[in-house]
């Protein structure tokens, strides 16, 4: 069961995330400036939007774990659902960046309608994508191998989106289209590559490791959960690290188009706002990915629990540094962009790998297995971080006087500069802060991986 994996197999787990990063940065990036500067929602409105239906959609998650755990089909419990959900999951990212001619109340309710059904759906394929790492091996060096692949994946398909985003933004423009129709049609092309790419993991992945005890009742897998201190620790780490990403995501829009503007920029001349944003999500997400690959070897030298600690501090300490510069100085802003996306990378794999391990510390405990209720708290995490970190930057806006579409004051300015980068690193902090409690080491985890083995062996021998 500790075989190696085949790198095709690694590649193939790599396209699930590749597939939903493309809407997750959409999300993340452009729905909040959507709904703002092309519906003209008002931010207080859009920020309880944020709340209501993400604090919902976070009781979906556990939910949905519970029902892929039950799942017992012959291609495994988990895979089936990427073949299940593909194409719906695309069919409704269309729906939530498409503009009914309705007027501001109608807009809000469609808008609260499609997104609810596209965090329901992002739930219903994301929390068996992530389950599938622990069933495809038990070895904690080939998980740290598929979580890097994963987040390659992901930055792979968020690079691809923010790269291409604001050409095909403008081509369709270009074209005739307004705003609200080119968003739609850009979501379009995103969705049919989305599909393809999650029917790819189905194709090229296996589910091998087997629990101990396939029968368990919904209410001890609950209590395993609840009593798993490691589970809670690694739980708000993680949502403080996802506020401290969707925070600076969704802050960058408002960040070019009303602080840093229009610039001269050596080698490239005048630059457009929203040529210079897309390049700094790029950027930044071609920094997280160059993180993500290091998560190996600084892994390797620091172990899981340090490396993030480590990263996290340092992120917080670029992400500050941003509110002091001016925005003339674009090469410093792209400078400090590549420094917090190598840190903030590092320790995406690395939270992900850390889940596989506190399910296998749960079944080492209680010899009960509960994966897809376990990792469904790996996706409600990142609603409740896409809920704070969507919801927070939007009522900051509100209390800085910020006005959609119209020139801002110093006061308001302020506001969206302290968005990107002080009020983010704060939580950036507070994450490598809590993590100092974990206690699941990397020398504690082959202990535990070996009984494991030697139970699972017991259990397998009778049947032969």
């Given at each position: 069961m500790n075989e190696q994996l085949k790198i095709k197999e690694k590649i193939g787990y790599g396209f699930g995330d590749l597939a939903s990063s493309m809407f997750?940065?959409?999300?993340?990036?452009?729905?909040?400036?959507?709904?703002?500067?092309?519906?003209?929602?008002?931010?207080?409105?859009?920020a309880l939007m944020f709340i209501m239906v993400r604090l919902w959609d976070g009781l979906n998650d556990p939910?949905?774990?519970?029902?892929?755990?039950?799942?017992?089909?012959?291609?495994?419990?988990?895979?089936?659902?990427l073949l299940w959900i593909a194409?719906?999951?695309?069919?409704?990212?269309?729906?939530?960046?498409?503009?009914?001619?309705?007027?501001?109340?109608?807009?809000?309710?469609?808008?609260?309608?499609?997104?609810?059904l596209m965090m329901m759906v992002y739930t219903a394929i994301n929390v068996p994508y992530g389950s599938l790492m622990a069933v495809m091996t038990n070895s904690p060096k080939e998980r740290t191998a598929l979580a890097s692949?994963?987040?390659?994946?992901?930055?792979?398909?968020?690079?691809?989106m923010t790269a291409s985003a604001p050409y095909i933004l403008d081509f369709f423009k270009n074209a005739g289209a307004n705003d609200a129709k080119s968003y739609q049609y850009m979501v379009i092309i995103y969705a049919i590559v989305a599909a393809f790419f999650f029917v790819m993991t189905y194709l090229w992945t296996k589910e091998r490791v087997k629990a101990l005890k396939e029968k368990s009742s919904v209410w001890n897998d609950l209590k395993d959960l609840g009593k798993n201190t490691q589970w809670y620790i690694a739980l708000g780490a993680n949502i403080l690290m996802l506020v401290f990403l969707t925070f600076r995501e969704a802050s960058i829009m408002y960040y070019f188009k009303y602080f840093v503007q229009d610039q001269t920029v050596p080698l490239f001349g005048e630059?457009?706002?929203g040529k210079l944003s897309g390049a700094y999500m790029t950027i930044w997400l071609a920094a997280n990915m160059l993180g993500a690959f290091l998560a190996i070897p600084i892994s390797s030298l620091l172990g899981k629990k340090f490396a993030f600690i480590v990263s996290m501090f340092l992120s917080a300490v670029f992400s500050v540094l941003l509110y002091w510069l001016n925005p003339q100085e674009v090469t410093?802003?792209?400078?400090?962009?590549?420094?917090?996306?190598?840190?903030?990378?590092?320790?995406?794999?690395?939270?992900?790998?850390?889940?596989?391990?506190?399910?296998?510390?749960?079944?080492?405990k209680t010899d009960r297995r509960a994966v897809?209720?376990?990792?469904?708290?790996?996706s409600m995490s990142q609603k409740l971080g896409l809920m704070a970190g969507g919801a927070l930057p939007l009522y900051i806006l509100a209390t800085y006087g910020f006005q959609a579409n119209a020139?801002?004051?110093?006061?308001?300015?302020?506001?969206?500069r302290l968005m990107i980068s002080i009020y983010p690193g704060i939580t950036a902090a507070i994450s490598g802060a809590l993590l100092l409690l974990y206690k699941l080491t990397d020398n504690k985890m082959v202990r535990i991986t070996k009984e494991l083995a030697e139970k699972r062996a017991q259990v397998e021998e009778p049947e032969k």
């Open positions: 997750w940065k959409i999300f993340a990036m452009y729905l909040t400036f959507f709904y703002t500067d092309v519906v003209e929602l008002s931010p207080e409105s859009v939910l949905m774990g519970i029902i892929a755990d039950r799942t017992n089909t012959s291609k495994g419990k988990y895979r089936p659902y194409i719906p999951f695309g069919l409704i990212g269309v729906l939530a960046f498409s503009v009914p001619d309705f007027g501001p109340s109608g807009k809000l309710v469609y808008a609260y309608i499609t997104y609810t692949f994963r987040y390659i994946g992901a930055y792979s398909g968020g690079i691809a630059v457009a706002w410093l802003i792209f400078v400090l962009n590549v420094l917090t996306g190598i840190s903030a990378g590092v320790v995406l794999p690395l939270i992900l790998s850390m889940y596989a391990d506190i399910a296998d510390y749960s079944e080492w897809g209720l376990l990792f469904s708290s790996s020139e801002q004051t110093e006061h308001s300015l302020k506001g969206i």
